[in-house]
């Protein structure tokens, strides 16, 4: 009922504090966050393939 009055009354609720990850699609350039997110993309699918690679080793020995 509060933020509806603030609301209606034009006032503005403190913002919140940033988190580091908030922060980062805030004020990171387009150029930025496109570099970062590719780098953890990569990351992430190296990963994957590490954990297939290594399911797929024990699937071997297990036949």
Avoid: C, T, W
Wanted: hydrophobic share 35%.
């Amino acid at each position: 009922m509060k933020d509806f009055l603030k609301r209606i009354f034009g006032i503005k609720p403190a913002q919140k504090r940033k988190s580091d990850f908030s922060a980062f699609f805030y004020d990171a350039s387009e150029e930025e966050q496109k570099d970062v997110l590719m780098r953890v993309m990569k990351k992430a699918n190296a990963d994957q393939r590490k954990v297939i690679e290594k399911y797929d080793e024990q699937l071997s020995h297990a036949r």
